[in-house]
C-alpha cells in the first residue's frame, strides 16, 4: 500500500481565518514532505520533516506552520493568508530521505482557495 | 545546481500512436530519477524509478529508460485514459539535503480516440 491521504479535498478561506490541512500514512515512511503547486508549475517545497523533527524549511512565510505529530501524521497549520496563496498543497512521503530507495509519494492534495 | 528539461511541452497523439517523452537532466550526481504521472487537481501518481545509465522498467504501455543525460518515457499504443501531465523529477547526491526533488515542467499528453 501506497497511500497517503489528506484532508480536506477543498477549502475555501478567508484571509483573517485559522485553518489546518491534514496528512496521514501509513507506510512507516520517516521523511514527510509538503509541497505547494500552482497551475501548470511543478510542485514547490515548502517543508520536509525527517523522524518527526523539521529539516528543511524553504524560507516560508510564517503565516504556513507545519507540525509533525507523530510518524504518521503531519499538519499544516495557516493563518492569515493571502490570495496568492491560493493552490495546490500536496503531501508526500518517502521511507527516510536518506536511503537511496528514497521514492516520494504523494497525496491527492487540498485544493485551497484564499478570499 | 542541478536542471530538468522536459520536451515537448505539450504532445497530441491519436489513440494507438507511439511516441515518446523527453528530460534531460544536469545533476552534480544523480541519486534517483522519478517519473510521475499527474492529472488535473490531483496529486502526482508515482510511475517509476531509475537509478543508473542502462536502467530500463515497464509498466503496462509505458517504459522508461535512463541514460547519463537524459530520460525517456516510451508510451506504446497509448489509451485516452492515458491523457495526463507527466512529470520527472531527479534527486541528486549532493552535500546538502538529500530530500530534494528538482522537477521539470511537465509534458501534457492528450489521446484522441
Known amino acids: 500500500d501506497t497511500e497517503v491521504t489528506q484532508t480536506p479535498k477543498h477549502l475555501v478561506m478567508g484571509m483573517t481565518n485559522k485553518k489546518s490541512l491534514k496528512c496521514e500514512q501509513h507506510?512507516?515512511?520517516?521523511?514527510m514532505y509538503w509541497y505547494k503547486q500552482k497551475a501548470k508549475k511543478p510542485p514547490e517545497l515548502m517543508f520536509v520533516?525527517?523522524?518527526?523533527?523539521?529539516?528543511i524549511n524553504e524560507s516560508v512565510p510564517s503565516r504556513f506552520s507545519p507540525e509533525c505529530p507523530n510518524s504518521s501524521l503531519l499538519n499544516l497549520h495557516l493563518h492569515a493568508l493571502q490570495p496568492e496563496d491560493s493552490a495546490l498543497y500536496l503531501c508526500?512521503?518517502?521511507?527516510?530521505?536518506?536511503?537511496?530507495?528514497?521514492?516520494?509519494?504523494f497525496g491527492p492534495g487540498t485544493r485551497l482557495l484564499v478570499l | 545546481e542541478d536542471q530538468v528539461t522536459q520536451s515537448p511541452e505539450a504532445l497530441r497523439l491519436q489513440e494507438g500512436e507511439s511516441s515518446s517523452l523527453n528530460c534531460s537532466y544536469t545533476?552534480?550526481?544523480?541519486?534517483?530519477l522519478f517519473w510521475y504521472r499527474q492529472d488535473p487537481g490531483k496529486g502526482p501518481e508515482f510511475l517509476f524509478t531509475?537509478?543508473?545509465a542502462g536502467e530500463e522498467k515497464e509498466k503496462e504501455r509505458l517504459k522508461a529508460t535512463l541514460t547519463k543525460k537524459e530520460s525517456f518515457l516510451h508510451i506504446t499504443a497509448p489509451k485516452p485514459e492515458d491523457s495526463a501531465t507527466y512529470l520527472c523529477?531527479?534527486?541528486?547526491?549532493?552535500?546538502?539535503?538529500?530530500?530534494?526533488?528538482?522537477f521539470g515542467k511537465g509534458t501534457l499528453l492528450t489521446v484522441n480516440p
Open positions: 545533476v552534480s550526481g544523480l541519486r534517483g
Open positions: 520533516y525527517s523522524y518527526e523533527k523539521l529539516s
Open positions: 508526500a512521503s518517502s521511507p527516510s530521505g536518506q536511503g537511496r530507495q528514497e521514492t516520494q509519494y
Open positions: 507506510m512507516g515512511h520517516r521523511a
Open positions: 523529477a531527479v534527486q541528486a547526491v549532493s552535500g546538502g539535503s538529500n530530500y530534494k526533488l528538482t
Open positions: 531509475l537509478y543508473s
